[in-house]
């Protein structure tokens, strides 16, 4: 991009060689990415139309955090000049949001001041008094953003007793970051802490497209004839009626403070198969996997053929020319309802192919919901709006690894300390089902509330899943699994039979 070549992540994978890259590469693109400092108004993104949607009693209170051990002592004065300077670079971590819901804008302030961050001492603590000053602190980091007063950002060094290592505690609100962002800001935060420990000046790379300019392109998209061709897909989910999930206590109240989870783990060789060998069998996404396991688990869970599940993307599509977001801070998720239809004739192979084709159907890998939900035209907004909400959240956030890759400063992630989110707030989901890989194992978390399910109902359907998960790994590996789907030859118009004959025919 520096030297004016515009190649895009899709074809980096599916031209792997320089000769291909070539082809496709397009040269003398503009890439808008302001270098200097952004600051004004930000016209509001889907996902946050939908979060003040949500009419929370505390929306200041809704925060993604980070807490890693250290590896050795935080030179405070490095870390607060490298803390400024990633401020200043990142627009979106300057926003304020006061009044966002009415006016559908933020807006970017300039230079901030006050550098969100501190020092606590617990070296003097006993073992017994460590752990309850070590929340108190968390609650206290976690609570109190006010959405008018930025940065929504705050950051802390915390210094224990010997024996412990030290931590980092860094958290912001979601309105300004999102799982693709930390991975930006942890880079940038290393490079500048470790510039300033030398001495040298603090400077991060270029920036790339401004979430500013992004958010505008998006509200021109609402009105474009590009979307409007996706609007009979996303209004035919308005026949959407999932059933009841079975949950224990029906009146329960779906609270953030009895927000539990249960959590499942592929080992290292299983998680290996997963991402490395087993998509070849039917050229699928792991998340495609993830999915195909997720259908045959809920209908041995609940007995229903038919999942509806609210699925989230990373959102950073490549919908324009001049945009580039591969450094850019924000929050750019995608969330759209999903449905997926079991046969209980079907073999796993069906069943991968079946979510492989359903999954590749959604346009866009779905930013046209939100664009047409919360940004078109309201005739087309409204008839969206009619689409339930679905009791199932889906998010599989792929690989963390990076977060504990640097041996000299940053160790092990911890637990998190304090609530992410407002205590009396209203969770979104009846459950959240959320995946990552971390230290190569993946990880698989079913949050619930203890209001509405007893423990070992979720604990059940999460051995179920792994188990499911683990015969769709088997299967993948096995001689008998393989096979093409329409989607692979999106050039031809093919339906499975056709293609299946075709194949036959060929001998492949």
Request: include cysteine; glycine fraction near 6%.
């Amino acid at each position: 991009n520096q030297a004016g070549l515009k190649i895009t992540p899709k074809q980096l994978f599916e031209y792997p060689t320089i000769e291909g890259l070539a082809g496709v590469a397009k040269e003398g693109v503009a890439i808008r990415a302001e270098q200097g400092l952004v600051t004004g108004e930000v016209p509001l993104t889907p996902i946050k139309r939908r979060f003040f949607d949500l009419n929370l009693k505390n929306p200041a209170h809704w925060n993604q955090s980070l807490a890693i051990e250290l590896n050795g002592n935080l030179d405070e004065g490095a870390f607060r000049r490298a803390l400024a300077e990633v401020i200043r670079h990142h627009d979106m971590l300057r926003a304020r949001f006061d009044c966002a819901a009415t006016t559908g804008a933020a807006e970017i302030a300039e230079e901030i001041e006050n550098i969100p961050f501190s020092v606590h001492d617990l070296r003097k603590l006993n073992s017994e008094e460590l752990p309850q000053a070590l929340e108190r602190i968390g609650q206290e980091l976690q609570g109190g953003f006010d959405l008018a007063a930025p940065p929504l950002m705050r950051a802390a060094y915390i210094l224990t007793p010997e024996g412990n290592a030290d931590i980092l505690k860094i958290v912001l609100h979601h309105l300004v970051v999102d799982g693709v962002s930390w991975r930006i800001l942890l880079e940038d935060i290393l490079l500048t802490y470790r510039q300033a420990q030398e001495g040298k000046a603090v400077k991060l790379p270029p920036k790339t497209t401004p979430f500013k300019y992004w958010a505008e392109r998006l509200r021109e998209y609402a009105r474009s004839e590009r979307l409007a061709e996706e609007i009979d897909y996303w209004e035919s989910l308005n026949a959407l009626r999932a059933p009841d999930l079975p949950v224990d206590f029906p009146d329960g109240e779906n609270t953030e403070q009895s927000s539990k989870a249960v959590s499942v783990f592929l080992t290292e060789e299983e998680t290996r198969a997963l991402i490395k060998e087993a998509p070849s069998a039917y050229q699928t996404q792991v998340n495609e996997l993830l999915l195909s396991a997720l259908l045959t688990a809920y209908n041995r869970w609940s007995g229903f053929s038919q999942l509806i599940i609210d699925l989230e993307g990373h959102g950073r599509e490549d919908l324009f020319e001049d945009v580039d977001t591969s450094r850019t801070v924000g929050w750019f998720t995608v969330s759209y309802p999903l449905a997926l239809n079991y046969n209980g004739a079907w073999s796993k192979g069906d069943v991968i192919r079946q979510v492989k084709e359903t999954y590749r159907n959604i346009p866009n890998h779905g930013i046209g919901f939100g664009v047409l939900r919360y940004l078109s035209p309201d005739e087309i907004a409204a008839k969206l709006a009619q689409i339930p909400e679905p009791a199932i959240g889906f998010n599989y956030l792929g690989q963390f690894d990076h977060i504990s890759s640097d041996g000299q400063i940053f160790g092990k992630p911890r637990p998190p300390l304090g609530r992410e989110r407002d205590p009396e707030g209203r969770r979104v989901h009846l459950l959240e089902i959320g995946g990552n890989v971390r230290d190569n194992r993946l990880t698989m978390t079913f949050w619930y509330s203890e209001n509405l399910f007893k423990e070992e109902t979720v604990r059940n359907f999460a051995r179920i899943y792994l188990e499911e998960l683990k015969a769709v790994i088997d299967h993948c590996l096995s001689t008998e699994a393989g096979g093409y789907t329409p989607s692979d030859f999106r050039d031809v118009d093919l339906d499975q039979e056709d293609l299946e004959d075709l194949l036959d025919e060929l001998d492949l």
